[in-house]
């Protein structure tokens, strides 16, 4: 069982969102977040190791629990929020 | 037309001399220069955490092997929009001590045409031109440094 939760907001307001998610599950598993972000907006994830756009690939850590940073920016203003989603279908939505 | 002589270039496996990019900071290596050379790309943005952390071994790299040995190469895509800002990304350079040129990329032909998804990614070519390596991520600076010198002491 995967699950994402908000850890922390890093930054919010404006053209620029930034927020830390914690992905959830069993020690060693592999998973992918991704986002959809609504039109107009560019997500990009850094993880503990790599920066991606759309996506990362996260590990899961020994303590069950790893992080990865959402970046949110905008060429047009925002309608709605952001979802997460995993490779597995969870979800978690931010309203931006 | 560059951009499909880079991709052409790549599906041949071996190294286009970053012929998509529009812009250099730093001197821009001659196509020749290349030839001969370990060459290893540093694909990254400057704001990145997990680009600052490789910089130290790139940059131990470049101490340690001639020049007629290695060459270094930054292929700078942004992220966010400020770092599209060339005078950012200068300013970022120096307080990064990235002394080795780097092309930028801004409209992501480089990056498009490498096949590149994650910051940062290293791209590591023999003398012969050709791709032995791509590393993804930090965390791997054994991995790159015994990969180098694995090509370097192939002649």
Same mark, same amino acid.
């Given at each position: 069982?995967?699950?994402?939760?908000l %850890?922390?907001?890093?930054a919010?307001?404006g053209?620029?969102?930034?927020?830390?998610?914690?992905?959830?599950?069993?020690a060693?598993?592999?998973v *992918?977040?991704?986002?959809?972000?609504?039109?107009?907006? *560019?997500?990009?994830?850094c993880? @503990?190791?790599?920066? @991606?756009?759309?996506?990362?690939?996260?590990?899961? %850590?020994? *303590?069950? *629990?790893? !992080?990865?940073?959402?970046?949110? !920016?905008?060429? @047009?203003?925002?309608?709605h929020?952001?979802?997460?989603?995993?490779?597995r279908?969870d979800?978690?939505?931010?309203?931006? | 037309?560059?951009?499909?002589?880079?991709?052409?270039?790549?599906?041949?496996?071996?190294?286009a001399?970053? =012929?998509?990019?529009s +812009?250099?900071?730093?001197?821009?290596?001659?196509?020749?220069?290349?030839?001969?050379?370990?060459?290893?790309?540093? &694909?990254?943005?400057?704001?990145?955490?997990?680009?600052?952390? =490789?910089?130290? /071994?790139?940059?131990?790299?470049?101490?340690?092997?001639?020049?007629?040995? $290695?060459?270094l190469?930054?292929?700078?895509?942004?992220?966010m929009?400020? /770092?599209?800002?060339?005078?950012?990304?200068?300013?970022? $350079?120096?307080? +990064?001590?990235?002394?080795?040129?780097?092309?930028?990329?801004?409209?992501?032909?480089?990056?498009?045409?490498?096949?590149?998804?994650?910051?940062?990614?290293?791209?590591?070519?023999?003398?012969?031109?050709?791709?032995?390596?791509?590393?993804?991520?930090?965390?791997?600076?054994?991995? &790159?440094?015994?990969? &180098?010198?694995?090509?370097?002491? /192939?002649?």
């Amino acid at each position: 069982m995967i699950a994402l939760a908000l %850890a922390a907001t890093l930054a919010s307001g404006g053209e620029m969102h930034a927020y830390r998610v914690a992905v959830s599950g069993p020690a060693g598993s592999s998973v *992918t977040v991704a986002a959809q972000p609504p039109p107009g907006w *560019t997500a990009t994830f850094c993880s @503990a190791r790599l920066c @991606a756009v759309g996506h990362v690939p996260v590990t899961i %850590a020994a *303590t069950g *629990t790893s !992080y990865v940073d959402l970046h949110l !920016y905008v060429a @047009a203003h925002p309608t709605h929020g952001v979802v997460l989603v995993t490779a597995r279908g969870d979800t978690l939505r931010l309203r931006v | 037309m560059n951009l499909l002589l880079s991709v052409v270039l790549l599906a041949q496996s071996t190294f286009a001399p970053l =012929v998509g990019a529009s +812009q250099w900071i730093g001197p821009q290596p001659p196509a020749a220069s290349y030839a001969g050379k370990v060459v290893v790309v540093d &694909v990254f943005t400057f704001d990145c955490i997990n680009c600052k952390h =490789v910089v130290p /071994e790139l940059r131990s790299l470049r101490a340690h092997y001639s020049t007629n040995d $290695l060459l270094l190469v930054g292929v700078h895509t942004p992220e966010m929009p400020s /770092e599209r800002v060339r005078a950012n990304v200068v300013e970022a $350079l120096a307080a +990064q001590q990235i002394s080795w040129p780097v092309a930028i990329d801004n409209d992501q032909k480089l990056w498009n045409a490498y096949g590149i998804q994650y910051w940062p990614t290293q791209l590591i070519f023999d003398r012969h031109g050709k791709l032995r390596k791509t590393v993804i991520g930090e965390g791997q600076d054994a991995d &790159v440094a015994a990969t &180098v010198a694995a090509l370097v002491a /192939e002649r």
